[in-house]
C-alpha cells in the first residue's frame, strides 16, 4: 500500500525555519507533481506550494519568499524549505500527489490521488 509519509515538522520560535520532507518508503514514482497543503485549527486547507514534473514551483502568496519547494530525483523526495516561520504559519503540513507509484521491483504499480498523514508545524512569537 502506497504512503506518503510527510517528516520534519516541530516548534520553533519566529523567524525560525524547518524543512519538510515527503516521500513514499518502498516506492517509487516517475517524477510526479506534488503539492504541499496545510491547515490551522478550525480554518480550512489551503493550497502552500507545488513542484511540477518538470520541476516549475509555484506559492501561495502568504509563503513565497520565505518557502523553498524542491526535489531530489535520485531519493524520490520532495521537500518545502520553510524560513522566516511566522506564527500564522502554524497549521498541519501535509504533501499530496496524484502519481502512479511502482514498488521498487518494478512488478506492481498503483495510480493514485496520494495524501501524507500530516506533521504538525507550531511557531511560537
Known amino acids: 500500500q502506497v504512503v506518503l509519509v510527510e517528516s520534519g515538522g516541530g516548534s520553533v520560535q519566529a523567524g525560525g525555519s524547518l524543512r519538510l520532507s515527503c516521500t513514499a518508503p518502498?516506492?517509487?514514482?516517475?517524477?510526479?507533481?506534488m503539492d504541499w497543503y496545510r491547515q490551522a485549527a478550525g480554518k480550512q486547507r489551503e493550497w502552500v506550494s507545488s513542484?511540477?514534473?518538470?520541476?516549475?514551483?509555484n506559492y501561495a502568496d502568504s509563503v513565497k519568499g520565505r518557502f523553498t519547494i524542491s526535489k531530489d530525483k535520485a531519493k524520490d523526495t520532495v521537500y518545502l524549505q520553510m524560513n522566516s516561520l511566522k506564527p500564522e504559519d502554524t497549521a498541519m503540513y501535509s504533501c499530496?500527489?496524484?502519481?502512479?507509484?511502482?514498488?521498487?521491483?518494478?512488478?506492481?504499480?498503483?495510480?493514485?490521488?496520494?495524501w501524507g498523514q500530516g506533521t504538525q508545524v507550531t511557531v511560537s512569537s
Open positions: 499530496n500527489a496524484p502519481c502512479t507509484y511502482c514498488s521498487l521491483s518494478g512488478a506492481y504499480c498503483y495510480p493514485g490521488n496520494y
Open positions: 518502498g516506492f517509487t514514482s516517475n517524477n510526479c507533481d
Open positions: 513542484i511540477r514534473a518538470d520541476g516549475s514551483t
